[in-house]
Nanobody, 118 residues
Framework: QVQLVESGGGLVQPGGSLRLSCTSS????????MGWYRQAPGKQRELVAR????????NYADSVKGRFTISKDNAQNMFYLQMNSLKPEDTAVYYC???????????WGQGTQVTVSS
């Protein structure tokens, strides 16, 4: 069993920044891909960003390219989503996820609310 614990959500004004963190109970070398989804009210969950493999390939949703950056800290077993130039349409619950390579099982964080509003 892998536990993912998120932190860093909150209320921010348009144009502001937030950094989401996800801490894994398992060494993240065992987890690929890993990343972030979001779900806004009345909408389907969508992939925001992910690290795809051990050489740190990344994918981003078109709507966040150039504004969001995904990264990881192997020593801390954590990965992050740096969100800059936030827009009201970025408002959603953000979920971190990771797939355990050995079991091909996907694990999810509990979700953290991001609200972009003036």
């Amino acid at each position: 069993q892998v536990q993912l614990v998120e932190s860093g959500g909150g209320l921010v004004q348009p144009g502001g920044s937030l950094r989401l963190s996800c801490t894994s109970s398992l060494n993240i070398f065992s987890l690929y891909p890993m990343g972030w989804y979001r779900q806004a009210p009345g909408k389907q969950r969508e992939l925001v960003a992910r690290i795809t493999n051990s050489v740190d390939g990344t994918n981003y949703a078109d709507s966040v390219k150039g504004r969001f950056t995904i990264s990881k800290d192997n020593a801390q077993n954590m990965f992050y989503l740096q969100m800059n130039s936030l827009k009201p349409e970025d408002t959603a619950v953000y979920y971190c996820y990771a797939k355990r390579v050995a079991s091909d099982t996907t694990y999810w964080g509990q979700g953290t609310q991001v609200t972009v509003s003036s």
